[in-house]
């Protein structure tokens, strides 16, 4: 299945530049594209192939492009992703100094759940048998207090040929404060033409556990991301393929082979990067992005700046990387509904994903999302995917009349459950990045997008005290639309570990740095470069930071940084700078700033009348065509718009006006 669909009359004209450039984001359900072909706009969706998921980004720009050959694809990658989740990743040799093969079992004594009995935390991803310790010694300054050999080199190439390591991750202590032995050790082993991760050139900060950590699942991901990513750039054909970073800036291949633990989020960093855009373009800048697909739902917190952070724990593994703030939760489109040995109803998070997909697309038989939506009424069948892919009601309905038998009650009320369920799963979600952050919801709006996200926002931000909701233009389509004005980026890091610091000086250990990115990002065709430095800073003797922009007030806006979070400061007390962060970007205007779209020059009328279910009871609602819709349209819920990529449930508590891009913007009425 596959539905594409030409946006330039709705979007006039997205670029002044001749060149093809293209976005995708491949999903569990659906993989998405957007081009900019010629200065227009065109978007296309195809069903995901997670078996080799490149076959459906081919697939899908052959019959969007026909004859146009792409200048760029920037690529929101989840197979790193998926190799952490499914455990089907490399065998992992380490590489570490003797007595220290344990630390990455060891890990920190933190407990994510306080209360549990019996505690449990991910096996290791490498085996106790592939830990191998050398003799070598540098201390936190770097000196060198056991050197390491020859004779200990030439024992390492030996162990590493003999066994069948796939990867190899390379970890000594203090490698940040002298790369020298991790170095060494990576000459030894690059002649057997293995994956190699070299944990200074991936993380150069203290703290050996997430250092350590984050250089296994880069080893653990690394062949696959990078097969996966040749067989795309050999098909691609001459085009210059560019992966997402988590941080929502863009890498290339090349990199993203090397490092694949930078793209471990990028498909929902993808995401965050489109709503900025297209919230700077309608003058909202705090908001919560609600990106609900079909297998998964991110949520993110932006006010004023994507908010990042440095360490993530996919599947329960320290990763110190930049990734912007988002929680995911398994609640998407194709999430299976069941009923628990305690006769409760669970939505998720398993989902039926795009094969067999659920219900009513033809193969699956377990009761999704999907199906409670269809049955319910919100989901128009003739108009999914703007009538392309036909959807099949009567196989939702029995799905749904399976899961009513079990609950002793009615399909309508089964499907009502379901939507129930899900929507407090992902109500809490948000709660995570916002109430348990010290944020009031109710000072946010609500920017939903997704295949899903649009059919749940209105209930969703109903019981979230959410006034004010964006539906974007192809909302099903916003990460892809992300992706394609992505610009280059990197971001390094270094441990400085220097007390009572003075700007200066900060300055000079940053300038490596500075060269670096600037010499990497110039070798990737950009032409101009804007940087950001911060330092992650504490009182002297504490055990965790927080990161302030360097600038020449960094200690006072600290000091006020602290009070802000911690209802404390010290103004008096010694502080202490660990790291010195760099955040650089390629700098020049997004091709895919949002257009204007024509006025609306009479009354918007429905394509038809139908049932639906609002709130606990069926009335027949008004169905309209987004396309239809001109700016300055105006309808109270409920109402029902089908578009492309996905449906809108307007709720009777809320008041719509497609504003002058195209956009829905919901208020709550008075």
Known sequence: MSVAQNSSSRTRRASDSGTTIVGVDTGGTFTDLVAIIRGELRVHKVLSTPADPADAVIRGLAEMLADDTPAAVTYSSTVATNALLEKKGARV?????????????????????????????????????????????????GTTIQPLTNSELARIRKLASAIDAEAFAICLLHSYANPKSEEAIARTLKPLG??????????????EYERFSTAVVNAYVAPRMSSHLQNLETRLKGARLRVMQSNGSAIGAELARVEPIRTILSGPAAGVVGAATLASAIGTDRFITFDMGGTSTDVSLFDRRARIRTLSHPEGYAVRTPVIDIHTVGAGG?????????GSLQVGPQSAGADPGPACYGRGDAATVTDADLVAGRLVAENFLGGKMKLQPERAARALSGLAHKMKSTSAAAARGVIRVVN???????????VERGYDPRD???????????????????????????????PGLLCAWGAVGAPLGREYSLTVRETNPNHARLLHHAAPMIRRVRDELKSEGAAKIEHELWVDMRYRGQSYELEVALTPRFVAEFHSLHRQTFGHA?????????????RAIAAGKAPTAPKKIARMKSKAAPISRRSVMVGNRERIVSIYARDSLGAGTRLRGPVVVVELSSTAYVAPEFELRVDDFGNLQLEAAR
């Not at 449990?120 to 003799?135: H, T, W």
């Not at 194709?334 to 305690?342: M, T, V, W």
């Not at 407090?424 to 916002?434: D, F, G, K, L």
């Open 444 to 474: 946010f709006a609500l920017l939903a997008f997704g295949g899903a996200g649009p059919m749940h926002a209105c209930e969703l931000a109903l019981d979230l005290g959410i006034r004010h909701i964006v539906m974007p233009q192809n």
């Open 194 to 207: 293995r994956p190699l991760s070299v944990s200074h050139r991936i993380l150069a900060e203290y703290r």
């Open 334 to 342: 194709g999430s299976i509904a069941r009923i628990d040995a305690g």
């Open 424 to 434: 407090a799963n992902m109500e809490r979600a948000i709660r995570v990045i916002t």
């Open 570 to 582: 010290a103004p008096d007390a010694a502080v202490e700078v660990v790291n010195i962060r760099i």
């Open 93 to 141: 040799a380490l590489i570490t100094n003797a007595g220290f093969e344990d630390v990455i079992e060891i890990g920190r004594q933190n407990r994510d759940d306080l209360y549990a009995l019996a505690p449990s935390r991910p096996e290791p991803l490498v085996s106790r048998a592939m830990r191998f310790g050398i003799a070598e010694r540098t201390l936190f300054d």
